[in-house]
């Protein structure tokens, strides 16, 4: 059983930075990719960015791509780093984890097995 619990989503003025964190419980971190989605009010959830369990492999949504940053520790925390965040970002942020392929996450090709409960992300103009 994986345990995902995320923390530093809130309001932040466009061009500013937040930090999200995704601390991890459950005895297999060493083995699953990590990943984070959001999901905006009427939208459909949106692969953000995801990282493989060495930490060598990253990927990232077209929407992010040079804005985002993942990373992960040696042990239990997933952190995504969030520059010159845009009104169009906001949205609910939710961690996620699985044991198949972090590129797997990116193209869609399966549903993440763990998710977290989500944490609001608001950028306003």
């Known amino acids: 059983q994986v345990l995902l619990k995320e923390s530093g989503g809130g309001l932040v003025q466009a061009g500013k930075s937040l930090r999200l964190s995704c601390v991890v419980s459950g005895r297999t971190f060493g083995s699953v990719a990590m990943g984070w989605f959001r999901q905006a009010p009427g939208k459909e959830r949106e692969f953000v960015a995801s990282i493989s369990v060495t930490g060598r492999s990253t990927y990232y949504g077209d929407s992010v791509k040079g804005r985002f940053t993942i990373s992960r520790d040696n042990g239990e925390t997933v952190v995504l780093q969030m520059d010159s965040l845009k009104v169009e970002d906001t949205a609910v942020y939710y961690c996620?984890?699985?044991?198949?392929?972090?590129?797997?996450?990116?193209?869609?090709?399966?549903?993440?097995?763990?998710w977290g409960q989500g944490t609001q992300v608001s950028v306003s103009s």
């Open positions: 996620a984890a699985d044991s198949r392929a972090a590129q797997g996450m990116a193209t869609g090709a399966y549903e993440c097995a763990y």
